[in-house]
């Protein structure tokens, strides 16, 4: 494979992605559909992990307008070198786990694409808060809503499309720094990227990075539709054209009467 | 009924927002808190809610003390509606309005039939139930934040400069309908403005506060006008107080002149029609739609709209002096036009008659 015929790259590439057997997995090797669940498993914990910690803290800070330093240190983390704080990890880690389990390489990995989906979950959900109008915050208390009202009601259905936008730039990223796990010894779907570059196998090496690529652009597509659904339309504003200029047009009508 | 004892708001840094204030908003009636900005009257206002805590005083809702009990079972008793309506941007207005009925536990389906009712109670289309605050103009946005504030039906209602970011034709609309909103409802208001004139046509009873906080006088609108109590309150109320007052007179049976009129599609009369180079222009109906000259040439064969000079206002019979006067002024004329309910033609009045008729009031 290595030593490469005339066929340009991109039809080897295809070749390799096309083909059957590198789709299947054998007793020996693991093929692109078991390499592709892994990489989606190792992202889904990562994601929700990060959800779990970003999204209330977000809306605490923004809530309450206090510890807001939490969101520039969180940032300031997004500088991390990747792969040096992964094999420190492992260094300090692995060592804790004996026998047949990859604890010791998966702990490592997940905190480190936990690290990096934090920050744009935490800073978009709350600046999404904070952006929520003064008028509308003074009027959802003033009409007798409790904090954790306000903040439930109020402020978390209006902050929605930042708190998305944060939720897809973070999913695109831990999706792409995933294929660091099969740096250090696991699946994933860089596996191929880093099995294709020991092995000088250029085509298998660029399938891999084709798939990453796919998976990022089909989840992202994915939420982008739960999005839709669940963001109201009067904060997205995604209202039917019609009604629109009805009510513009009624809007002219009635006040000029 | 709401009552401040003594109320009082220092801040940390010392500043003082409210003196020591002390006055009774009566029940079923408007208190208007009026003065010019940094007089405490927005901190006044929202003391009542317990927005803002008060430093020392009390603050009385009939038999309560506002303070003896959790501040957002307070404010579910209270209407409450701000400058830019604050709308909930995701809800669609059914839902705005059901706000706080929902919150008191009343079911979905009681609570959306209560707020189509407010809906179109505060003149709105109830097509516009479904759709979304953003769809909706700065006056359709206050009228439902009007409507949010009555859905639970609560016997107190705060309005903090509720008209004041609209256009001045769209809050003359507001103003009025809701006044005669409040002549069904009878609600006890207190209305926070730092429009004088708007202070006066709304209040049944106007608060001034001066800057630091302190009450300078509490009178009714045409006693205001009449006895400002001091320099300050005087200087605030402005200085054409006479001619104001004057909306509080009732012109009563002022005698009109028949006045020659001429509808408009009608041919043009000829030179001299009308009275003093002037003729009125009315519609199909009646009603007075311009003045048309007619001492200079013939301008074409029928009188148009375009033709017409719309410079004058039209007084209702049975209005204010004020309203007749200003008829009089404006009109190119020089006669005032009087209507009757259905706005159709009454007759006319000259700025001498009502000027003869103030003074025999005198």
Known sequence: M????????????????????????TPFDTGILGQLGAHVGFSVIALVIALVIALPAGLAIGHTGRATWVVSVANAVRALPTIGALVLLVVIISPHFYGRTNAGF????????????????????????????????DAAFGMGMTDRQVLGRVE???????????????MLQVIATATIASYVTLGGLGRFIYDGLAQKDYPQMIGG??????????????????????????????FHRNTSVDSRVAALVEENV | ???????????????????????????????????????????????????????????WLDDTDTASLPAHELRRQIGYVIQNAGLFPHRTIVDNVATVPLLLGEDKTKARARAMELIERVGLDPAFAKRYPAQLSGGQQQRVGVARALAADPPVMLMDEPFSAVDPVVREQLQEEFLRLQNDLGKTIV???????????????????????????????????ARPVDAFVAGFVGRDRGYRALGFTGAGTIDTHQEPSVAVGAAYPGHGAGIDGWILAVDADGKPQGWLPTGEEQRGDVVTDAMLYRGGTLAAQGGSLRAVLDACLSSPSGRGVVVDDSGRLVGSVTAREVLDLIEKRG
């Open chain 1, 2 to 25: 290595a030593a490469g015929g005339a066929q340009p790259m991109i039809f080897k590439t295809l070749g390799w992605l096309t083909d059957p057997g590198h789709w299947r997995s």
């Open chain 1, 106 to 137: 998966l702990i490592p990995t997940e905190i480190v694409l936990v690290v990096l989906a934090i920050p744009p979950i935490l800073s978009n959900t709350y600046a999404g808060v904070q952006n929520v109008s003064p008028a509308v915050r």
């Open chain 1, 156 to 170: 978390l259905p209006n902050a929605l499309p930042l708190i998305f936008s944060g939720f897809r730039s973070a």
């Open chain 1, 209 to 238: 990075g084709v798939l990453v690529a796919a998976l990022a652009l089909v989840a992202d597509l994915l939420v982008a539709v739960v999005q839709r659904y669940v963001v109201s339309r009067g904060v997205s504003g995604r």
């Open chain 2, 1 to 59: 009924m709401i009552r401040f004892d003594g109320a009082t708001k220092r801040y940390p840094d010392g500043t003082v927002a409210v003196d020591e204030l002390s006055l009774e908003a009566p029940s079923g009636q408007i208190t208007v808190l009026v003065g010019p900005s940094g007089c405490g009257k927005t901190t006044s206002l929202r003391m009542i809610n317990r927005m803002i805590e008060p430093t020392s005083g009390t603050i």
């Open chain 2, 191 to 225: 209305f926070v403005t730092h429009d004088i004139d708007e202070a006066i046509k709304l209040g049944d009873q106007v608060a001034v506060l001066r800057v630091g906080g302190k009450l300078a006088q509490l009178a009714a609108p045409a006693d205001l006008l």
